[in-house]
């Protein structure tokens, strides 16, 4: 079993800030890329960063310069720094990891369970 629990999701003013965190948990061996989904009503997922184990990242283009997103490898956990949030930021946010229960294992996807960034003009 895994688990992903993802906090920091909230109500904020644009311009503002929010961090969000994804825990992950259970039968883990490795865990290799980790990154932030997010997806606003009406819409479909889309990326908003990723980064791999050993620290390289990609944003999409929207959240250049405003999202920062880094992995506590110790702690299982990554983060989502938001600044100068936008009303266009508003969605439920997922994380996803792609990680081995064992050695030698195969690689699979888990998904959080989402959380809401609402950001108001």
């Known amino acids: 079993q895994v688990h992903l629990v993802e906090s920091g999701g909230g109500l904020v003013q644009a311009g503002g800030s929010l961090r969000l965190s994804c825990a992950v948990s259970?039968?883990?061996?490795?865990?290799?890329?980790m990154g932030w989904y997010r997806q606003a009503p009406g819409k479909q997922r889309e990326l908003v960063a990723t980064?791999?184990?050993?620290?390289?990242?990609n944003y999409a283009d929207s959240v250049k310069g405003r999202f920062t997103i880094s992995r506590d490898n110790a702690k299982n956990t990554v983060y989502l720094q938001m600044s100068s949030l936008k009303p266009e930021d508003t969605a439920v946010y997922y994380c996803?990891?792609?990680?081995?229960?064992?050695?030698?294992?195969?690689?699979?996807?888990?998904w959080g369970q989402g959380t809401q960034v609402t950001v108001s003009s």
């Open positions: 996803k990891v792609n990680l081995q229960q064992r050695v030698m294992g195969i690689w699979n996807d888990y």
């Open positions: 980064i791999t184990r050993g620290g390289s990242t």
């Open positions: 259970g039968i883990i061996f490795s865990i290799g890329n």
